[in-house]
């Protein structure tokens, strides 16, 4: 029988970068417990090859690999191969641009028309009541996924934006969800606009270098490049095998919402950033913007991953935020094709993780929620802090 999690005092979060965060005998039994269910998960489905990581506070509590990098790359994989983020870029996207407002290069209130004057909505006003907090949380109003479908194709900024007036948002700027990847990549026209630098560069030179990030990258071609990486795997049927298949380049177009590459340790990094521990390079202020439950996604409620575990679910920028008891989880997922990447963290309860796939399997969900139902079966010391973010919240 696992023994519930002894969890951080109040003041984990503010603790050094330098404090050792001890593990206790019934986390180090949960941790042992996971990476049971990781192994069976792997061989139960086959999955060709995968790696997690546990962060607790500022040190690496366990990392694990499994498999090959490909089913015609039979080379193992290990700590640092590379895997495609998909989603979970959104990410580093949002906290890159958290970085600039930083820096005052823009505001979260700025309209993002001030940055694109040539995005156009059906009618007059509508564009501009759009400001860049709303393109990176999902709260523009406008339909789910608009003109997705034009990443398979030649997709060009100058192109795909004039498809934008013919769309009429179906709420105002922050009242409903609806979840983009061609609008959130808006940002990387506001950030070279605004700085005069491309997205990489700047992601590049504010985070993954500072961060020692040393196999992270951005994009299709440093994907190729690259030659410890992971390949993607997908089946022709259900109860098919896996087969290797080839890179798209089609949500390598919109790199802040889906075209980051890393390995388990560059995530190691990014998680070590998320608990509060690299100030230096991700202020606590920045962390507490982005963690804003900004629009409520009742739609993560019902979802078969999430269903009948979590009591309530909002976007912030660039992260899920979901409750589940008295605990906040911060959360987000990656999907494209032939890959699977899931991160979360409690800030509280100074714990992260991350999983990578190289092969479509709902198996990382279902092992992403039994870890955290593993860990989160007492309440949390700082049970305040998400109703209180709540007030503000429409």
Known sequence: ??????????????????????????QAKIEREFA???????????????????VRGDKVSAIQTYGVRGKDDNKAINK?????????????????????????????????????PEFKLKNAGQAEAITIKHVLSHSSGLMPNAFDGYLKGRFRFDKIISKFEALEPYCSPGACYGYQ????????????????????????????????????????????????????????????????????????????????????????????AQLGHTPDVIPVNLLETVREPIVRTTKDLRGRTWKGTIDDAHYGIGWRVYQYNDDILYFHSGWVEG????????KDKQIGMVMLANAESRSIDKLTVNFWRLLLKEPSVKSSQFAANLTAVK
């Open 1 to 26: 029988m696992i023994q519930p999690v002894l969890f951080f005092l109040a003041l984990a979060f503010v603790i050094s970068p330098a404090t050792a965060f001890a593990k206790s005998t019934s």
């Open 36 to 54: 049971l269910q990781f192994k069976k998960a792997m061989k139960t489905n086959k999955i060709p090859g995968a790696a997690y990581v546990i």
């Open 80 to 116: 640092e191969t590379s895997f495609r983020l998909a989603s979970v870029s959104k990410t580093f996207s949002a906290e890159l641009a958290a970085l600039m407002v930083n820096k005052k290069s823009f505001s979260w209130e700025d309209p993002i028309v001030e940055y694109i």
């Open 181 to 272: 990847n061609v609008l959130f990549s808006f940002i990387e026209e506001v950030l070279k606009r605004s700085t005069g630098k491309a997205y990489a560069d700047l992601m590049e030179q504010m985070i993954f270098a500072p961060l020692a990030m040393k196999n992270a990258s951005v994009g299709y071609t440093a994907y190729q490049n690259t030659v410890n990486k992971a390949h993607p795997h997908i089946k022709v049927s259900r109860k098919g095998p896996w087969h290797q298949v080839k890179v798209k380049p089609d949500f390598y177009k919109v790199e802040s919402a889906a075209g980051i590459n890393a390995s388990i340790t560059d995530m190691s990094k990014w998680l070590v």
């Open 339 to 346: 890959f699977r990447a899931v991160i979360a963290y409690s």
